[in-house]
């Protein structure tokens, strides 16, 4: 049967429940929320005379919950809009209505008994054939669905989201007894194509994968700092970063998460995993219970391992259990990591390490690859789902087994020997087959070993994605030191950037002019995309400040000159160019987005103008193509200066997307051309074929505008005296209405007499003095200084 999800039903409203629904909704499902009606008045209903009947009263609390979600930052909603797709009701009289939906996720207080009520109560509504799940997260799935008819049996299993729903991609389904092959893969389907999740199928086992391998870790992480005499922040600057982990590392995460949450799951570990090798490890340290004892439970309660006063971060001293104030934490071992861009290619320098630091490294690393390896095939019979499962769960990023693989793996068998432990038998076994990592790539694919066969199998499902590191080397056409161009197949190549932070410099603007050349006289269509962490932080402040510092204005104008027609070039070449924005994607990076053919962006795209920040206006075509866009949308009787105000605000304010979709709302996304991926894997594929589509039907190249509209007098008129109003209210500061000004200038087209028609040359002419300009301005350099080495903006 061809199955689709239309409604959903979610039961239980709490900080998962509401998160869940928000989700749902982001993908454009229509949602139910529910939640128990209250058994008592509380003193704002009192004060108002309603009843326990009231219907507002009945659906306080899931109305209360999902209005906090909504409010809660990161927003777990790609936009506010998309709220109206959830309603609100509760579970005695409204649960009727989840005979409407095709998938019933229970989230509910972990507790079996609660669980299996609220089953018996959903199957006397929902219809034969509704998907029903739990997001447990490790009570035993066989367990919840005793006493169920068949056909629930059928049909029920566990999904378990990770928190926050809308940010971790991790989407763990596990089956149940008797759940049906047709279930699994349809969510399984559903979960990659549709919630953007990474999907990974695991046994009934306790945790689960992702928080089986996790909490270990963490559990681990907090007995080797009492083991080896190390501050929070110690542990912190070396689970971080440095090692591809996110910034909040190890206790600041556990802040974030809750010490409650992580206590709750390791003791489930420790009561229902007797026979774990590392079974007293899960038992929790009397440190961690004077905490939870003292409701230090992180940031829910305003203090855990950190704790802020005014405006000072304290930190807690694991041995005196006393907040004190933040030492700053640094490692020689760290300092040789420091030229490696890489983190998968600092593993086997940090495990040298002389000092405190590669000891920790190699202890950590040792018992992490010994605990991992006795996990297969006890939670999975597959190596590559713990990988997964720690990427896209807890946001590493590489899997353990891929660190091994980096550090070696008779390098690794070594470092767990030196910790007295010995590794699984299946490694070994590997290694002596002949098969001397766990994973390859042959013919653009990755293979895993898998121990079954005792062979290199390849990883499913990969022909829906392109994966830029299995092609870079095979499929490599040209490349220099900040950018490298592969050939995709189907007449498409793309560009991929190779510099820091992925920033624009002469390397990469080299690199673009070369695929437009390229593409051009030998393929149909260009992309430009990369699988970095982001996009591209937008152009290389550094080389400006240089530049101008120096006083080489000859040379800078010449660089934005190049800036500016690179841009063009993406907009007039002979070929389609798409462009494939995710995560940051400021200044030029946004830039070279707005004049692409076509945007096909990641859902979490951060995009923006904010060349404000350092003290000049957008110079590679983003000033000029806000004006573009204004004048394409001056109708007859409009008041034209309202729609040019909006988009001089957009730059003015430098205002950044928190997804792809409120791009559309700042005018750097365009409604019917542009379009949104929400599983970031997918996009380059996806890249791909709308730059195949645009050359199929035939691409013609666009014809360079001579049609602006520009405003003239009237606009700077109003512009001028805006700003002068917002400096006298104390919005802004002097230096803040010079810059907005010269963009003021640049948006009206100069101070023309009267509204005309312009050349985009002539709106780039403007924004390039104005900008080259202000980079003369010695606030300006101290903005671009402060921002170099603070890595924040600077108000002067």
Known sequence: MKRTIKKAAVVGSGIMGSAIAAHLANIGVEVLLLDIPPRELNEAEQKKGLTLESKAVRNRIVNDHLANSLKSKPS??????????????????????IAEADWVIEVVVERLDIKQKVFENIEKYRKPGTLITSNTSGIPIKFMSEGRSEDFKKHFCGTHFFNPP???KLFEIIPGPETSTEVLDFLAMFGEKFLGKTTVVAKDTPAFIGNRIGIYGIMSLFKQAKDMGLTIEEVDKLTGPVIGRPKSATFRTVDVVGLDTLVHVAEGIYENCPDDEMHELFKVPDFINTMMTNKWLGSKTGQGFYKKVDKDILSLDLDTLEYRAAKKASFATLELTKTIDKPIDRFKVLIKGTDKAGDFYRKNFAGTFAYVANRV??????????????????????????????????????????????????????????????????????????????SQKKIPGQDAFIILNNIRE????????????????????????????????????????????????????????????????????????????????????????????????????????????????????????????????AAETYIGLVEFGVGVIPGGGGSKEMALRASDLFHKNDVELNVLQEYFLSIAMAKVSTSAYEAFDTGILQHGKDVIVVNKDRQLAEAKKHAKLLAEAGYIQPIKRKDVKVLGKQALGMFLVGTDSMEAGHYISEYDKKVANKLAYVMAGGDLSEATLVTEQYLLDLEREAFLSLTGERKTLERIQFMLTKGKPLRN
């Open 76 to 97: 777990p909603i790609y936009h506010q809009k998309f709220a109206s797709r959830i309603s609100t009701g509760n579970t005695e009289n409204d649960m009727h209505k």
């Open 377 to 454: 095939p006890e939670i999975t019979d597959d190596l590559y789902k713990i990988d997964d499962a720690m990427k896209a769960g807890f946001g590493w990023e590489n899997g353990p087994f891929e660190i091994w693989d980096a550090i070696g793996v008779e390098k690794g068998i070594e470092l767990i020997k030196a910790e007295g432990q010995e590794p699984a038998a299946w490694v070994t076994e590997m290694l002596a087959s002949g098969n001397k990592s766990f994973y390859t790539i042959k013919e653009g694919a990755t293979y895993y070993y898998d121990l079954a066969s005792k």
């Open 166 to 168: 809308r940010y971790l």
């Open 474 to 601: 095979s499929k490599k056409i040209w490349s220099n030191s900040g950018a490298i161009i592969e050939d995709l197949g189907d007449g498409i190549i793309n560009l991929e950037f190779q510099s820091k932070m992925n920033t624009i410099g002469g390397e990469v603007l080299q690199g673009i002019n070369k695929a437009i050349d390229l593409a051009e006289k030998e393929y149909d269509g260009l992309v430009i995309g990369n699988q970095a962490a982001n996009f591209s932080v937008g152009a290389n402040l550094g080389m400006i400040f240089m530049m101008a510092v120096e006083q080489e204005y000859d040379e800078l104008n010449m660089a934005i000159k190049l800036f500016q027609d690179t841009m063009m070039r993406v907009r007039y070449s002979s070929i389609p160019v798409v462009v494939a924005p995710h995560g940051m994607t400021l200044g030029g990076g946004c830039e070279m987005s707005m004049h692409a053919d076509k945007v096909v962006a």
